[in-house]
């Protein structure tokens, strides 16, 4: 039972959460020593004070490790988080060794945490966990990634991690990236106190800088007399700033466009996020399928993201093209959505309805036009320059093969610049089909336009209520699975208009509606009913017998599909009501938390 | 031994794995020694109750010890050093003091005052030295002042020590305690006896005129952070020096043998050797206890060995070899360092699960 954490966001591994003591902390978060409080004067800044006293939170209560005394029972009380004594093992320590020294944690009603290892670790009922031999960890990105997400996923979600004595202002975004949620100012002192002057983007020798490249109140003094205590103070500040930034990422959805750019001042961060890619699974978990927040696509690292590697799995593998009319590729607009843009408005005027327009973009690989609205098609930025990366080529190519495989056009016209020429002659070749070239020097030009629509010329127009029905079913099929558009809405009328589309049956029920910021389809009652009886994937959840509204909390939850990510549709089901809504957690925190909102009920209906 | 208590079969669990490891590690080293060759033999200088004096010491190859072939002690790489298949016979033992005596004479002008002998084992266990080699060694360094033999507390034995001060010569028993707290020394060092049979063996060697014990500490074993070394040390030698019969202290900072469990977690980044400040503020803090207190750091200021900064690691030592020799704490008002600052932050700051702070 977790009562003194929760987690209010979730942006890939990375959490805000609330650490909740007499006075709350909200984590990530920079703690210390109860006892490391203020000094006499309260005010944190007298001279025999700690370097973070007044800036980390006085929260954790540590009565010592059981190595060299027999431990007392522990005490603790509400207004710290106290570490249940026990044997830490350092990094390295045999396996045979942990076994047999492994602590047997009692049961505490104040707020506790368990000291743990990569190998050990196992949920033991407490709010926080606390790793131990993380200087092993630190530095070498494949011991730290397995170890993260070995212990990530053994303790409960709702508690929180403690890594204890590796946090550095570099460190500390990528640490908190990969799940981390307190972190302790040790290392940034020792740090200061060799004379180690840190930053978020590396550290220097106190000895070689000139001017102190920081504004923190520490740094606000005659450089020569700015000596190693004051740099444990800066090292702290700089520390806790870090972790400011970390916290508005968060907030934002947005941590991870802040990583790939920070971890780039140290080889293990890189590396560390480039592993935690490639351990898809984990992060897959805990991103959540849509947000307000925009994607920056500005390295190379961004074709790797959860969110763009789901989409073009999605559009791979679950889409289906209704269309009998010839595909024209063309390259994305900077403006989104694609729509609105000039070079795209000229376009249409050159397709009018005779051809399906797929946008080809780096880095989310190919959009189909009822797609477009859809998170992230619209939701990005990239940095256009003309000029592709191998990588790049490489990851559209493949995109637009496993479409081209999936879909069947009579036709393919490729209405692109020269600089997508190599990716579509890929294609071509690896599938031996031919494409059709309308492009003369750039895709606006009146040649090209004129070539684009006299190639298309015999073709016959698709009408609105054909396109609006495919773009109701296409997204269907993108955001619930293979064939659920078809499964979901076999009769169906549509109300409304771009964009936001309204589902009806053919008896006049409402079904659904796209959703305006994120294209994405969200049920009524009577949709989420025939979700449940079609052959689509559904995604449930069993709750206790209570009527749900507003929000479901996670103890209120029995059980809860594996698959349910946040952001998802979720039907709601228990001996008192039936409901539909949006998960706010993932359907495996559902499962196992005991704190949290973890859904927004939309509609509900009494059961009797 | 060990008490029955209700940690009885904790402590064996823990024994058993520590075991375990330490076989495994150990088997790595395919080494072997020539049983007519002692381990090693060297002179030096040593602070004893009769002042200063010159030293033979003597690490005996008597086919080592019989804990570290069960497993032994996590700290500890000298059974890598013993023979193969076991015990080492008379006629060999004799030939490896030879060695040690030719040895003597021809590096140094006089005869050592003081003989020291280590087996990696218990000189006592008649299992390891036969009682005819003991009578022979007793006789061959009759002529000394002082003779030093290591064992551990269960053969400590008044008539074995009267067999030595019959020579005439003061006789102390090196034990190797490494620490006055049971619990650190069955699951940090994995060894088996308690400080009770510490004490009894005190009793045993006063019993006889002119013999004594000399206990031996390890400061840092594996697992403990540098602040609870540091206590664990201030303790110990408090405890050691209340215990009539022991008049020495030689605490010694961990070091990391090639073939142990300590090697392991060293190269995992999951230990470091003590620093040389947390040595001399032991020897500091216990500067006014009634017996002598020595370290003598081995390798120190290397990354294996005890260390500071690099800076000052020659000065710290030199510090601690004054203070060997004169037992006087100012000696560590000469010596400073801005590196003071970072041992003091990893002292107040590092835990066993945040351990090492610092390298
Ligand atoms: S320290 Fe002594 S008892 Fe322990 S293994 Fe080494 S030689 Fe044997
Ligand atoms: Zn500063
Ligand atoms: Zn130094």
Redesign the pocket.
Known sequence: MTDYFEVHERDGAARLAELRLDSPVTTPALVTDADRADDADGAGQGPDAAPEAGVAHPVLSDPGSGWATEPDAPEGDDSRLTILPARGFPAGTPDEVQDAFEPEYPDVDFPSAAVVSATTATDHGTDAYVLSGAHGLAGHARAFVDAMIGVREAIPPDTALYLPGVATPANVATLVYAGVDLVDADRAVVRGTQGRYLTVDGHQFLEDLDELPCACPACQQPREEFDREDCARHNVNALAAALKTVRRRIRDGRLRDYIEGQARHEQWLTATFRRLDQQYAYLEERTPILRQAEITAATEDTIRRVEIQRFAERVTSRYRNRFDNPLVLVPCSARKPYTDSQSHGQYHDAVQWRAHKVSMTSPIGVVPQELELTYPAQHYDSVVTGRWSANEIEFVANVLERYLERTDYPRVIAHVPEDYRPICERVEESLGTEFTYTVEDHPTTTDSLGNLASELSGELKYGKRERQHNTVRAIADYQFGDGAGDALFDDLTIRGSQPGLQAHDGDGNQLAVVVRPYGTLAFTLAGARRWVESDAPTKRVEIDDFVPHGSVLAPGIVDADESIRVGDEVVFEGPSAFAVGRAEMTGPEMARSSRGIAAHIRHVDERD | MSQPSPEVYEEGKGMDAHNKVMREVRSRNDASYDPREPTRVWLDEDNTPDWFVTSLTIILNTGG?R??RAG??TM?G??AESVDGGSVAHEDLMAQIDACLDHEAENADDPAQQIKIYT??SFLDEREVPAETRQAIAETFGDRDRIVVES?PDFVDREKIREFTEQGLQTDVAI?LETATDRVRRDCVN?YFDFADFEAACAEASAVDGGAIKAYLLMKPPFLSEGEAVEDMKRSVRRCLDVEGCHTVSMNPCNVQNYTMVEDLYHDGGYRPPWLWSVAEVLEDTADVDGIVVSDPVGHGSDRGPHNCGDCDDRVQRAIKDFDERQDPSVFDQVSCECERTWEAVVERERSYSLPLAR
Request: with cysteine; charged share 10%; glycine share 24%.
């Open positions: 010890c804990w570290a032994g002690c500890c000298y059974v990696s084992g551990l190797g060894k």
